[in-house]
């Protein structure tokens, strides 16, 4: 059984969102953030929220960070933002609703300062047994960056049919399963399953009909799925299209090739779930072959769940293909060096374990002076604007 990392995006006011990016993503050792803030550089800002006591079970802030623009970090952010800012991740932890208001108020405020292409708030929550730690990521991406950084597809404008229903199937089976995870009656753990991705299976009697529905309808229907996740205009029936097609089992390397395609989806949740299933095939289907060169530029995609996502499949490739390490180590060294840094909890431990795969160096996690300094003897290096 695999060590569980459970992660979960969070809406604005903190509260468990309905976005479904609520899977589990695997860990080989999960960092240990319990007791502390992580204070940004060069100065120790005040604690937003101290950890909990033993025994108290209950989200902290674990860190406030900025990824995307050498312009702004998580100092310059506090100094702007000021008390505004704990006051926001206050409400936040309370589930105050006009934590909405005031994150929608600082995203205006920073566009409007910086002149951003893009700007969006990434609360992620690390679940943990007795360890519910958030961290707070401000994505943001520069108007010169955007055809490289977000190389995404035109969102769709149609509405295509729900092919035998299994869109509102999947919304219900989906429903049932974080439902019985919050209570308790089920661990959300990626076990075996009828399908290539299986975040939650069908062992709980109240989910074991819907394999059945899923493994049918995928092989019926896949074509028409296809049409779905191509061409309709609602995200979540794009996205849902995408877990039920990690059903479809008859034909991989089309599946595959969809999926790929997927990963450059408008919406973040449909790029997400895309990766998801092509990483379980990664670890879990060796046989079939993904390709490491379309996922390799998610590494710098603009929100957490786009990074996090693509460095889980490039580890889980790099582990077992001397293509991927030799292409990792033309092109995406400089990225992994600068998520190395991150404070997002994954992002370091996973971009460290890929650096010490392709490299076989075994410089530290926090040895970013060592790694770069590797990095620039590499022959040949291609300098990324993300690259130290």
Known sequence: MRKILWVLLLVPAFGIAES???????TRGAPDNSGSIVAPKPQKPAALDPAPAPGENRPYVGSITTYGSSRINEVTLRE????DLDLWVSKGLASDNSALEMEKKFIEKVKAKYGFAFAEFSIIQYFQPE????HITLDVVEPQ??????PFAPEPKGEVADPGGLIKEWATYEDLALGLVETGELQPEAEKCAALHCPFGHKHPKLRKYEKIFVEGAKKSAGALIQVLKGDSRAEYRAAAVYVLAYWK???KKLVDVLVE???DFDPLVRNNALRVLGDIAEFHTEIAVPIGPILP???YPKVSDRSKALYVAYLLAL?????RDEILKSSVGNLISLLENKQPDHRELAHNILRKISGKEFTDVDVRAWTAWYKKLPGREVSKSAP
Do not use: E, H, I, Y
């Open 20 to 26: 479904k990016d609520t899977l589990p993503l695997q």
């Open 80 to 83: 702007f933002l000021g008390k």
């Open 131 to 134: 360890n519910m730690v958030l």
């Open 145 to 150: 960056d955007v055809s490289r950084r977000m």
């Open 250 to 252: 008859d034909q991989k």
């Open 262 to 264: 997927a990963t450059r």
């Open 298 to 300: 998610a590494l710098d």
């Open 320 to 324: 077992n293909s001397n293509a991927a």
